[in-house]
């Protein structure tokens, strides 16, 4: 008989090339520091599986819970600098702590760490999935973190869930698999009397009434709204994500009915695409017209500046920008073809070919071209 998909975890047991976010609660011993005995039992596991040839992509947070022990604090930082401080310190010691792990197993691990510009950037986003590959090619497990000591606050990832959906895209991924010291969503607080684990998640909004505000762990970030971002990032692609706690990482390989298991709710899309659609930020806002929405999204047109009827952010040609239907919805997003004080003139201007002609003016080069956007 065919298991029903809440029980069905066979998608991240099967999975040939995996992603595994593990958090810094699950790394982490209560009174601060790294637990080597929880790091070592998550990278016997990955190992194994490694061995087994499934292509593994560890993401991994912990620097900063790492470089506490070295600097002498007794609690998170709250300030950047501090932060990038410890993370400077932990980082070290975190990966000589993995290298020593999965060596012990006869497995090769690889440093790689990204900031949120990296994954802004067509360039370093291209060059760092095609590192990634390399790596895997190489039988190498890439251990991936936030380049903590470079990020500023305007520009920071902070937990590192999103990023993991980043990768999952980066590497175009089978599955998603994120650890933390919950075994995953609950339809209220965990700490709270009552509440229940959700086995399956169909859509994230299916879930968007769970109250996900309670904080987590003393040294995770994230909490569970980042995990839920991640979700949806990564099964918009076409990616399964299991949510489950690191203790249970045996039983979530063995497809045992643990965790929140949250199916795809969309195909994987072009490389270009999953890029356009999750991974850059934008610039800006242009608010379009109905003809111009129609335009877009349903007959999949370049947008004119005749369509045009606000925009917002000072952007410039090459930048990424949101479109938006009258009411503000994004409907869209693309590469912006003018600088926002070029266009700001051209919004909704219309000249019918013969004033063209007259006045010789060139035609108006599109604001997105076709092949520059991308349909949410
Ligand atoms: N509805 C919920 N279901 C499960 N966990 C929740 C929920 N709301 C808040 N949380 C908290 O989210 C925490 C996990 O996030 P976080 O501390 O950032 O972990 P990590 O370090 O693994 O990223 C859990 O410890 C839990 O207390
Ligand atoms: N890059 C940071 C991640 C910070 C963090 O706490 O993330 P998470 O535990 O995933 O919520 C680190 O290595 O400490």
């Not at 099967?14 to 601060?32: E, I, N």
């Not at 400077?88 to 197993?105: E, I, R």
């Not at 045992?256 to 195909?267: A, H, K, N, R």
């Amino acid at each position: 008989m065919a298991k029903s998909p809440s029980l069905d975890r066979s998608v991240v047991r099967d999975a040939r090339r995996l992603v595994v976010k593990v958090g810094s609660s699950s790394l982490t011993a209560p009174q601060g520091g790294l637990d080597g005995f929880r790091l070592q039992a998550l990278a016997t596991t990955l190992a194994k599986r490694a061995l087994d040839g499934v292509e593994v992509v560890l993401v991994s947070s912990g620097a900063i819970a790492a470089g506490m022990g070295p600097l002498g604090l007794t609690r998170r930082p709250k300030d950047l600098a501090t932060q990038q401080a410890a993370a400077s310190a932990g980082q070290g010691v975190l990966m000589t702590a993995y290298t020593n792990a999965f060596t012990m197993h006869g497995v090769k691990v690889g440093q790689v760490l990204l900031t949120a510009d990296d994954m802004h950037r067509r360039s370093h986003y291209v060059n760092a999935s095609r590192t990634l590959e390399r790596l895997l090619e190489l039988e190498v497990v890439p251990i991936v973190n936030e380049n903590d000591t470079v990020a500023t606050d305007e520009i920071r990832f902070g937990d590192n869930d999103r990023l993991a959906a980043l990768v999952a895209h980066l590497v175009n991924a089978d599955a998603l698999l994120l650890l933390s010291d919950v075994d995953g969503l609950y339809d209220g607080h965990p700490s709270s009397a009552g509440t229940r684990r959700i086995p399956h998640v169909r859509t994230v909004e299916e879930v968007a009434h769970v109250d996900v505000s309670g904080g987590g762990s003393q040294l995770g970030t994230g909490g569970m709204a980042t995990k839920l971002t991640a979700a949806q990032m990564a099964t918009a692609e076409g990616i399964s994500v299991l949510l489950t706690s690191a203790d249970q990482m045996t039983a979530a390989f063995s497809g045992d009915d643990v965790g929140t298991l949250f199916t795809p709710t969309g195909v994987k899309s072009p490389a270009r695409r999953r890029w356009l659609a999750h991974a850059t930020s934008a610039a800006g806002r242009i608010v379009l017209d109905d003809g111009a929405v129609e335009a877009v999204v349903r007959r999949r047109t370049s947008l004119l500046p005749v369509g045009v009827t606000r925009i917002e952010g000072r952007f410039t040609a090459g930048d990424t920008v949101e479109l938006c239907a009258p009411d503000g919805h994004v409907v869209a997003r693309g590469l912006v073809g003018y600088d926002a004080a070029e266009l700001r003139p051209l919004v909704g201007r219309r000249l019918d070919r013969a004033a063209r002609l007259r006045t010789e003016a060139p035609a108006p080069r599109p604001v997105v071209r076709r092949d520059d956007l991308v349909v949410l």
